[in-house]
């Protein structure tokens, strides 16, 4: 499954109670067609001392997103939009279709 959105991508939720929120896209899970967003959809979580948390106790860590609920935001539109693709030389590279600039770097 091709998605839009890919890791380090900036992106606005659009939909859910965390409309209008923006951040970077930390994680995508392509099979389950969910995404983690920075500072985006903060879940508690009851850990038990490990190796990384060793103090353990609740942590607040980011939740998944369905990918449908997020667009990507163009740098040069200043806000979401939807994306194509198109042919550049031997690479295929992510298009704004509001003003046609490339998203990819």
Known sequence: MSLRIRKEDQIMVIAGKEKGKTGKVMRVQPDKGKVFVEKVNMVKRHQKPTAKYKQGGIIEKEGPIA??????L?????GPVRT???ADG????????KCGEVLDK
């Open 67 to 72: 990918i449908s609920n997020v667009m990507l």
């Open 74 to 78: 163009c740098a040069k539109c200043k």
């Open 90 to 97: 031997d690479k295929r590279v992510r298009v704004c279709k």
């Open 84 to 86: 194509g693709v198109k």
